[in-house]
């Protein structure tokens, strides 16, 4: 039996957010347009020590992204995964130029 692998070719930016680098990911964000970029919002759950939600504003709506999930920006827009399945799908390949 021949085995097969998915051939991803397409390139990606991302950013994972930590709790605390809300100013890291605005400027990531921003999708360079004159229009002023979106503000970020931190939202905490109910619970007292329970982790920090960071909202993003998008065209799409608004994205939740927990701590630890990563922040992908596509040629079609930003989403967001998962670590364990965002390290399954991608590999770093190094800094933009």
Same mark, same amino acid.
């Given at each position: 039996?021949?085995?097969?692998?998915?051939?991803?070719?397409?390139?990606?930016?991302?950013?994972?957010?930590t709790?605390?680098?809300?100013?890291?990911i605005a400027? =990531?964000?921003d999708d360079g347009?004159?229009?002023p970029?979106?503000?970020?919002?931190?939202d905490?759950?109910?619970l007292?020590?329970s982790?920090?939600?960071?909202?993003?504003?998008?065209?799409?709506?608004?994205l939740?992204?927990y701590?630890?999930?990563?922040?992908?920006?596509?040629?079609?827009?930003?989403?967001?995964?998962?670590?364990?399945? =965002?390290?399954?799908?991608?590999?770093?390949?190094?800094?933009?130029?």
């Open positions: 039996m021949t085995r097969y692998r998915t051939k991803t070719v397409e390139l990606v930016n991302a950013i994972q957010w709790g605390s680098n809300e100013g890291e400027r =990531f964000v347009s004159d229009n970029p979106l503000p970020l919002m931190i905490q759950d109910f007292p020590g982790p920090r939600i960071l909202l993003i504003p998008t065209t799409d709506g608004e939740r992204a701590v630890g999930e990563w922040i992908i920006r596509a040629s079609w827009g930003l989403y967001l995964l998962e670590p364990y399945i =965002f390290w399954t799908i991608y590999e770093p390949v190094g800094d933009e130029a």
